[in-house]
């Protein structure tokens, strides 16, 4: 019977196998693909094209290749407010509020709620908007 020792799974990942090397040039992928992705959801909205599938297709895409993280970067690039703003779309409440919303609005105007549900949504937004606006005055002012 082979049972491992404990100073065999000692060093189970090394620092060249966790840390890979930068791709030079992924850009030359990433930018052509990032327009294709952009044009298809251009063409959805103008041909009418069933919203959900596209969205699918796109954000199965896009997340296949790595693309969400590249746009990410490149607006990490833009001084002071970039990474500001990359922080707070990468905020898990924010993304939870924001689906919370999408969901009572759905029950809501299932029920006939639909002009209470605008104003909810409204409050919605502003909270969302003050909770952004606070965090990026935060991190200014500290």
Not at 91 to 109: D, E, K, M, P, T
């Amino acid at each position: 019977m082979n049972t491992p020792k404990p100073s065999d799974n000692a060093h189970i990942f090394s620092e060249q196998t966790i840390v890979s090397p930068s791709k030079r040039g992924a850009w030359k992928w990433m930018l052509p693909l990032s327009i294709v992705l952009a044009l298809a959801v251009f063409a959805a909205w103008h041909f009418g094209w069933h919203a959900k599938a596209v969205t699918t297709g796109v954000v199965l895409l896009a997340a296949a290749s790595h693309v969400f993280a590249w746009i990410l970067g490149i607006i990490t690039l833009v001084p002071i407010i970039g990474p500001l703003l990359v922080k707070v779309l990468s905020l898990s409440i924010i993304w939870l509020l924001n689906a919370v919303g999408y969901l009572v609005s759905y029950v809501a105007i299932k029920r006939g709620y639909s002009k209470d549900v605008l104003t909810y949504r409204a409050v919605t937004i502003a909270l969302i908007t003050g909770i952004v606006i606070g965090f990026i005055l935060a991190n200014l002012l500290s």
